[in-house]
């Protein structure tokens, strides 16, 4: 696997490390519907969030929140729907991206909620 892979995965994990301590219940994670990838679908109270994940090493040009452009948000947005399309909620969706800046052995990580919202 890749270094940029590996780089991933150990920010969905600390991401989803992150949202189980703050309350939050993890529901799914690296969900695929068509060309649409969820990294992690969870639940907060009555509010389904999914969380776009965005991993990168410190002195990189552009934010990871930066990465999550029109077109991805979009992709986001149509998965969503087919998961909820296809479960049993009937709750409130949002959707968040929690950014990963790696610098060594020590990371930050922000959490933006309602970083974006769906077009109507």
Same mark, same amino acid.
């Given at each position: 696997?890749s ?5 991933g995965?150990?920010? =969905?994990?600390m991401?989803?490390t992150?949202? +189980?301590? @703050?309350g939050? =219940? #993890?529901?799914?994670r ?6 649409? /990838?969820? &990294? #992690?679908? @969870?639940? $907060?109270?009555?509010?389904l969030v999914f969380?776009?994940? +965005? ?7 552009? *934010?990871? =929140? $930066?990465?999550? !452009? ?5 992709? #986001? %947005? =149509?998965?969503?729907? @087919?998961? %909820? !399309?296809?479960? &049993?909620?009937d709750? !409130? @969706?949002?959707? !968040?991206? #929690? *950014?990963v800046?790696?610098?060594? $052995?020590?990371? /930050?990580?922000d959490? %933006? /909620?309602?970083a974006?919202?769906p *077009?109507?």
């Open positions: 696997m270094e940029h892979n590996d780089l995965k150990q920010g =969905e994990e991401a989803a992150y949202l +189980k301590k @703050a939050y =219940e #993890i529901l799914g690296n969900l695929f519907f068509r060309k649409a /990838e969820l &990294d #992690i679908v @969870a639940k $907060q109270d009555n509010e969380v776009e994940v +965005k991993t990168r090493t410190k002195g990189t040009m552009m *934010s990871p =929140e $930066q990465a999550v !452009d029109a077109r991805k948000q979009r992709f #986001i %947005i =149509e998965g969503a729907a @087919a998961y %909820i !399309d296809q479960s &049993d909620y709750l !409130d @969706a949002r959707f !968040d991206i #929690i *950014s800046i790696v610098n060594g $052995q020590e990371s /930050e990580i959490h %933006i /909620e309602n974006f919202y *077009s109507i």
